[in-house]
């Protein structure tokens, strides 16, 4: 029998962690990935039998081939802490690595949660990131500090569960608007050789709008389609908008020391 290896990256996700760790506690080993959080995520983790390894962040990339040093087993499952894996995904991982699995990468479905409904549209069903159970040294991850892309080291293409895991990407409102603001500056950097405006930023915010909300038929998921579209636009205009900023001077306006005048 195979066996395999899952890794959770977090970071001040006490709240998550531990359904995401006993979600993969099934695998042979479980690793969390943690960049010295100060909420207690790696104590909860460490208690529930997951083995805890610090990888200071220096990007999304970076961490997650960081990630991939750390794992011992043939095979390798990738989970967010906003992720679940259920019971369907782990039986037919488990049954695809008793045999001969045809691939050696394979993308994993993902059922968004948000607002108290699940999410069918929007491009958020079946939403799919990287590829996130392949064989030990079949891929690696390029170093952009967001949305990092992957390289795959396999001549056996690339497949598809059937079964999906679930996200739950934000606990609140709060979360939604600290993580937009987080991953717009990191993704500001991306664009630095594109160069961005003002007017550039404006466009691609609407247009994010109008491709999640019109064109992949958010607007079918009611207030949740809206809050996704909303945030998409919102992401992509400071994503921009900080990228142009890079390139100007704003500083405040220089003012000399005033002095009162001689005699008062």
């Known amino acids: 029998m195979k066996t395999i290896s899952a890794y959770v990256i977090a970071f001040n996700e006490a709240d998550k962690i531990e359904a995401a ?6 695998a042979d080993e479980v690793i969390l990935c943690d960049s010295a959080s100060t909420d207690g995520t790696a104590d909860i983790a460490k208690k529930l039998g997951a083995r805890v390894v610090q990888i200071p962040f220096k990007g999304f990339g970076d961490l997650r081939n960081r990630a991939l040093n750390a794992c011992k087993c043939d095979w390798i499952f990738s989970l967010d802490s906003d992720e679940r894996c259920t019971p369907e995904t782990r039986d037919e991982i488990l049954a695809l690595l008793e045999g ?38 079949a891929l690696s991850y390029t170093l952009e500090p967001v949305h990092e892309g992957y390289m795959t080291h396999s001549d056996r293409g690339l497949g598809y569960l059937r079964n999906p895991i679930w996200q739950v990407p934000f606990r609140n409102f709060e979360e939604i608007i600290r993580k937009m603001n987080r991953y717009s500056t990191l993704g500001a950097g991306k664009l630095q050789r594109e160069g ?22 958010g607007c079918l998921d009611g207030w949740a389609g809206f809050v996704i579209a909303f945030g998409n636009m919102e992401g992509s205009f400071w994503r921009h908008a ?23």
């Open 21 to 26: 760790v006993s979600s993969v506690l099934w």
């Open 100 to 137: 001969d699995p045809p691939h050696d990468v394979y993308f994993v479905p993902r059922r968004n949660w948000l607002m108290g409904r699940w999410v069918k549209f929007g491009g958020w069903y079946p939403n799919y990131r990287q590829p996130q159970l392949f064989k030990r040294g």
């Open 196 to 217: 961005a405006t003002m007017w550039r930023a404006l466009g691609h915010g609407m247009w994010a709008f109008i491709k999640h909300y019109f064109i992949k038929l």
């Open 242 to 264: 900080k990228c142009h900023e890079m390139t100007q001077d704003w500083s405040a306006p220089r003012q000399d020391p005033l002095t009162r005048p001689v005699g008062q």
